[in-house]
């Protein structure tokens, strides 16, 4: 697996869990589509991604890294509730953008590497 094949699968999760969170609720929040932008956002990004595009990358590091913070908030309310479908839900996406993040890093490292070894 590599970063734009991680930050894909990324962005279907979220895309789909919110929208599944948001859909499928009684009475939904706005800030339930919060994950489908982000994850809309980082589908579209993806092609960069894999074309090494450093900047883009970057961004798309930034915002795995801020939807999974700002997961960690509903994650916590749902376990409070004990809602075993959002704790789910919610625990699907932080994973996903975990291993996602991990993965970017995980290039960013290489590149460096790759970089050095060519001087």
Known sequence: MNAGNANLINAIVLVAMGAWGYFGSDDPSPTALIPVFIGTILFVMTNSIRAHNK???HIAVVLTLMIFVALIKPFSAAMGRSDSMAMMRVGLMLLSSL???VYFIKSFIDARKEKGNAS
Request: charged residues 0%.
């Open 55 to 57: 900047v883009i990358a």
């Open 99 to 101: 291993v996602a993040f």
